[in-house]
């Protein structure tokens, strides 16, 4: 069964920065893909960034040159490290991983960046 458990998130000054872990029950090289994902209080959910099998990466534009996401196979473990964090990043982070057609998701992070 998989399973996905986020943490690292909390409350941040603008300008600071955290960085969210995603731990997988299983090993990542049976994922399609997997990213980082958030949802702010009456906005839709949207993709913020994910990483292929083989190492390829995309980043929303709006957190191009603040995120980054990354991985260690053998600790099972997606990371977001986020810097330079804005009032506009403010939102419930998710984790999600993609095998073939099947998506699974975590059960989200608060990030709360204060202006």
């Known amino acids: 069964q998989v399973q996905l458990v986020e943490s690292g998130g909390g409350l941040v000054q603008a300008g600071g920065s955290l960085r969210l872990s995603c731990a997988v029950s299983v090993t990542l090289l049976g994922f399609n893909s997997m990213g980082w994902y958030r949802q702010a209080p009456g906005k839709q959910r949207e993709l913020v960034t994910a990483i292929t099998r083989e190492g390829t990466t995309n980043y929303a534009d709006s957190v191009k040159g603040r995120f980054t996401i990354s991985r260690d196979n053998a600790k099972k473990t997606v990371y977001l490290q986020m810097n330079s964090l804005k009032p506009e990043d403010t939102a419930v982070y998710y984790c999600?991983?993609?095998?073939?057609?099947?998506?699974?998701w975590g059960q989200g992070t608060q990030v709360t960046v204060s202006s």
């Open positions: 999600g991983v993609r095998q073939w057609t099947i998506d699974y």
